[in-house]
């Protein structure tokens, strides 16, 4: 039987597309389990595969915003007043790399609650706009196949998972 070629448009994505267990974190998110990935791991997978940031790749900060959300209440059903709205942060990214000497770029979103309810009550998250930052570099990175392994749920597999601790 012939050898398959390879998809020379698959190149980048095998060789990210794998992620190092050690640099993940599964926590339950309304409901549902979601596997994470630290965000300086994907840096670091940039740099090794681009070059430094920077010089290698590196993005532009298209859009930077507070959006409005939902109503923040006091009182009870009967008597609800309004205080305020919950906040998110938004970040519209364009992120830029070199690969065979061209320059390719990727736009994507990050967002995070800024102002929100909690069970204790309003938060307010002051590290939102450096969140929301990491959120678009992973997005960006993530279309380009980086830890495409967990952007395509397979940390929800068990024997996949097994297969990478061994």
Request: charged residues 20%.
């Amino acid at each position: 039987m012939a050898q398959e070629k390879p998809n020379p448009n698959m190149a980048l994505w095998d060789q990210v597309c794998t992620t190092d267990m050690v640099h993940t974190k599964t926590q339950n998110f309304d409901g549902r389990d979601v596997t994470s990935i630290n965000g300086m791991y994907i840096v670091m997978r940039a740099t090794a595969v681009f070059g430094p940031i920077g010089k290698g790749w590196g993005f532009e900060i298209l859009a930077d915003r507070f959006d409005q959300g939902a109503p923040l209440t006091t009182g009870k059903s009967d008597s609800v007043t309004v205080i305020g709205h919950e906040q998110m942060h938004t970040i519209l990214l364009k992120l830029w790399y070199l690969r065979a000497g061209k320059k390719n770029y990727i736009t994507q979103f990050g967002h995070t609650p800024y102002v929100f309810k909690t069970s204790w009550g309003i938060k307010t998250d002051f590290d939102a706009p450096k969140k929301s930052l990491t959120d678009a570099i992973k997005k960006c990175l993530s279309l380009a196949g980086f830890s495409a392994d967990v952007h395509l749920g397979m940390f929800e597999d068990p024997i996949y998972i097994e297969g990478l601790e061994l």
